[in-house]
């Protein structure tokens, strides 16, 4: 599991607007869209339901909840990169 810090990381490189799986203890967020991350408060901010009539709500979550994302293909290669300089 990563631990917060990554998480932070992760969300500072997150592009607005992208769509992510949020995963949390009990519950996943599907097809959340990424807004914005403070990084101060540890708050990421997503919109959830926006498909639904009276859905496109936008939902604080603490860094601390998130168990893991499934993050977009462009920012997953980036990360797998990352990992592997790590590594040498």
Known sequence: ???EHDFSEL???LDPGSE?????N???L???KFRKFNRTK???YFHIDQFYQFGNLLVPISINRITSL???VSLEATALINEDDEDE
């Open 1 to 3: 599991m990563a631990q």
């Open 11 to 13: 969300l500072q490189r």
């Open 20 to 24: 992510v799986n949020v995963h949390m």
């Open 26 to 28: 009990h519950k996943t």
């Open 30 to 32: 599907y097809n959340a």
């Open 42 to 44: 540890g708050i990421a």
């Open 70 to 72: 499934d993050l977009p």
